[in-house]
């Protein structure tokens, strides 16, 4: 049996159990719910009087979340361009801007890079359907006369799915290529129980991707335990027998030669395909920081109420006390307080060292944020205002960006591929539909640091001799950040106003003596 689910099996498959532990753990952190950082600290206080104030005195310092999140904004803050190789006013290029306005892709990209930041991980689907999600309206219509469905034309679309419900398969002698990729998840079905009232019924939904066609399955489910073998639970089903899935048909031909699933990996290696995350190599820095943080609150709270001793006092006799008071005999001790002497300063400088070593771990400088957390000596970042300074400073997170990118770059242009050849596909033989050729388009991303635009275009009037390098097109477009059709809308606008301004004259009056 080479195929993931059937009768018998389980889900998830054992062999996908790690993974998908791992992506819930790295959601967890990002989201600042490190309760394995909890359950560490409770261990150094077991036992002592000081156990019960530690849920109180938790601190939770969530620097992966900005850490993660820098990369994605570096990589669209300012949106890429999208170019299908065609002209400007081509069917080609129009369909290009159209699919990536209407699915908002600046957005997506930046969305999938930081899901793939915690986890590691992330899939895109392409499909040709009705965007607007008309489940509810029919069955409104089911229990209301008159109620009639919206227009809502079907378009391509791309959207991201989540990576802990996504098996793929490799093929045979293979670590990196799919053979089919299943999405697969469970859901809750409400059902009327023997002795009355509801319960909820678990199914296995299952959606099988292979080149050319898509395969939908269903089974019946029943619990089978919890696995925490991995730093988090993860709740496993038995797969029972297979059901319907209330489909006019359960294989569905996709027209395409490839798979509509497209894998975003973080990092990758050459073994495996699973991705690498951002997160995993750095948690038990991130624990180090967080127990530090605990120690050093702990203790100033501890001490900032000290236990004072002296003259046994009978009554308040005008003296209040803020803490403890300890009575020794006042012929032999001057009054005074029990101060502790322990070094505040080595945690602050452990606590240094920690936040250079995750940002060092993680390529990022810390003055990328405006200011630094720890004395680092790199600096503030505004000591240097020449183009080439910056992005040399800038190169630890730059290369991280670019290799981010180059995982990106790949998977954005196969969907927006197979989306145009959906589209065509679909519409195939249908009255008004002027068919176009299915480009593999290009991608201009940008680095996202300061340019210094004046130098840029000295150095190129200097290597041209002075002759234009750009059309206003052009310049337009990656000036302000859109596209051939709205760049054509601005030239028409300038162009209304050049003539408003100056009006039309006919060169030969100039002629005329």
């Given at each position: 049996?080479?195929?993931?689910?059937?009768?018998?099996?389980?889900?998830?498959?054992?062999?996908?159990?790690?993974?998908?532990?791992?992506?819930?753990?790295?959601?967890?952190?990002?989201?600042?719910?490190?309760?394995?950082?909890?359950?560490?600290?409770?261990?150094?206080?077991?036992?002592?009087?000081?156990?019960?104030?530690?849920?109180?005195?938790?601190?939770?310092?969530?620097?992966?979340?900005?850490?993660?999140?820098?990369?994605?904004?570096?990589?669209?803050?300012?949106?890429?361009?999208?170019?299908?190789?065609?002209?400007?006013?081509?069917?080609?290029?129009?369909?290009?801007?159209?699919?990536?306005?209407?699915?908002?892709?600046?957005?997506?990209?930046?969305?999938?890079?930081?899901?793939?930041?915690?986890?590691?991980?992330?899939?895109?689907?392409?499909?040709?359907?009705?965007?607007?999600?008309?489940?509810?309206?029919?069955?409104?219509?089911?229990?209301?006369?008159?109620?009639?469905?919206?227009?809502?034309?079907?378009?391509?679309?791309?959207?991201?799915?989540?990576?802990?419900?996504?098996?793929?398969?490799?093929?045979?002698?293979?670590?990196?290529?799919?053979?089919?990729?299943?999405?697969?998840?469970?859901?809750?079905?409400?059902?009327?129980?023997?002795?009355?009232?509801?319960?909820?019924?678990?199914?296995?939904?299952?959606?099988?991707?292979?080149?050319?066609?898509?395969?939908?399955?269903?089974?019946?489910?029943?619990?089978?335990?919890?696995?925490?073998?991995?730093?988090?639970?993860?709740?496993?089903?038995?797969?029972?027998?297979?059901?319907?899935?209330?489909?006019?048909?359960?294989?569905?031909?996709?027209?395409?030669?490839?798979?509509?699933?497209?894998?975003?990996?973080?990092?990758?290696?050459?073994?495996?395909?699973?991705?690498?995350?951002?997160?995993?190599?750095?948690?038990?820095?991130?624990?180090?920081?967080?127990?530090?943080?605990?120690?050093?609150?702990?203790?100033?709270?501890?001490?900032?109420?000290?236990?004072?001793?002296?003259?046994?006092?009978?009554?308040?006799?005008?003296?209040?006390?803020?803490?403890?008071?300890?009575?020794v005999n006042k012929d032999e001790v001057a009054p005074g307080y029990m101060v502790w002497e322990g070094q505040l300063e080595a945690a602050f400088k452990e606590l240094d060292i920690?936040?250079?070593?995750?940002?060092?771990?993680?390529?990022?400088?810390?003055?990328?944020?405006?200011?630094?957390?720890?004395?680092?000596?790199?600096?503030?970042?505004?000591?240097?205002?020449?183009?080439?300074?910056?992005?040399?400073?800038?190169?630890?997170?730059?290369?991280?960006?670019?290799?981010?990118?180059?995982?990106?770059?790949?998977?954005?242009?196969?969907?927006?591929?197979?989306?145009?050849?959906?589209?065509?596909?679909?519409?195939?033989?249908?009255?008004?539909?002027?068919?176009?050729?299915?480009?593999?388009?290009?991608?201009?991303?940008?680095?996202?640091?300061?340019?210094?635009?004046?130098?840029?275009?000295?150095?190129?009037?200097?290597?041209?001799?002075?002759?234009a390098t750009i059309d206003v097109k052009s310049a337009i477009k990656r000036l302000d950040g859109v596209n051939d059709t709205q760049a054509e809308q601005i030239l028409a606008q300038?162009?209304?106003?050049?003539?408003?301004?100056?009006?039309?004259?006919?060169?030969?009056?100039?002629?005329?003596?």
């Amino acid at each position: 049996m080479t195929r993931k689910f059937y009768t018998g099996a389980q889900y998830p498959p054992t062999a996908d159990i790690e993974r998908i532990s791992k992506y819930y753990r790295g959601k967890a952190i990002f989201a600042g719910r490190q309760a394995e950082i909890y359950d560490r600290a409770t261990e150094l206080l077991k036992g002592t009087p000081h156990e019960p104030q530690l849920k109180s005195l938790f601190i939770a310092v969530n620097l992966i979340d900005v850490l993660l999140t820098k990369p994605a904004d570096l990589m669209v803050t300012e949106p890429p361009t999208f170019d299908s190789g065609k002209a400007g006013d081509s069917a080609e290029q129009a369909r290009l801007n159209a699919i990536v306005e209407e699915n908002d892709l600046t957005q997506l990209i930046h969305e999938l890079v930081i899901g793939a930041g915690y986890r590691g991980d992330s899939f895109v689907k392409t499909y040709y359907a009705q965007r607007a999600d008309l489940s509810e309206t029919e069955a409104l219509r089911a229990d209301y006369a008159g109620i009639t469905l919206p227009a809502a034309p079907k378009e391509p679309i791309i959207e991201s799915v989540d990576a802990a419900i996504v098996f793929p398969e490799l093929s045979r002698g293979s670590r990196k290529k799919f053979r089919a990729i299943n999405i697969a998840w469970i859901e809750w079905v409400e059902a009327y129980s023997l002795l009355g009232g509801t319960t909820e019924r678990p199914y296995l939904n299952v959606e099988r991707h292979v080149p050319g066609y898509i395969v939908y399955e269903r089974y019946e489910a029943s619990e089978a335990g919890v696995v925490n073998t991995y730093g988090y639970p993860v709740m496993t089903f038995n797969i029972g027998e297979r059901v319907s899935t209330r489909r006019k048909s359960n294989i569905e031909a996709s027209g395409v030669p490839q798979l509509l699933v497209h894998h975003i990996p973080y990092k990758t290696t050459d073994d495996d395909w699973r991705g690498i995350s951002g997160v995993e190599k750095v948690e038990s820095v991130l624990a180090a920081i967080n127990d530090r943080l605990v120690q050093i609150d702990y203790i100033l709270w501890k001490h900032s109420d000290p236990i004072a001793y002296g003259p046994d006092i009978d009554g308040d006799d005008g003296v209040r006390w803020g803490g403890k008071y300890i009575p020794v005999n006042k012929d032999e001790v001057a009054p005074g307080y029990m101060v502790w002497e322990g070094q505040l300063e080595a945690a602050f400088k452990e606590l240094d060292i920690l936040l250079g070593i995750l940002y060092q771990m993680s390529e990022t400088p810390q003055w990328l944020f405006g200011t630094t957390l720890s004395a680092d000596k790199g600096g503030s970042g505004t000591s240097h205002t020449d183009g080439g300074a910056i992005k040399a400073r800038f190169m630890p997170i730059l290369t991280k960006v670019t290799r981010i990118r180059n995982h990106v770059d790949r998977a954005i242009r196969d969907a927006l591929w197979t989306a145009m050849q959906l589209e065509n596909v679909a519409n195939e033989g249908v009255e008004g539909y002027e068919p176009y050729e299915a480009v593999y388009p290009t991608i201009t991303w940008r680095d996202g640091i300061p340019k210094d635009d004046k130098a840029e275009a000295e150095v190129y009037s200097i290597r041209t001799g002075g002759q234009a390098t750009i059309d206003v097109k052009s310049a337009i477009k990656r000036l302000d950040g859109v596209n051939d059709t709205q760049a054509e809308q601005i030239l028409a606008q300038i162009g209304a106003d050049d003539e408003r301004v100056n009006g039309t004259v006919e060169s030969t009056v100039f002629n005329d003596e």
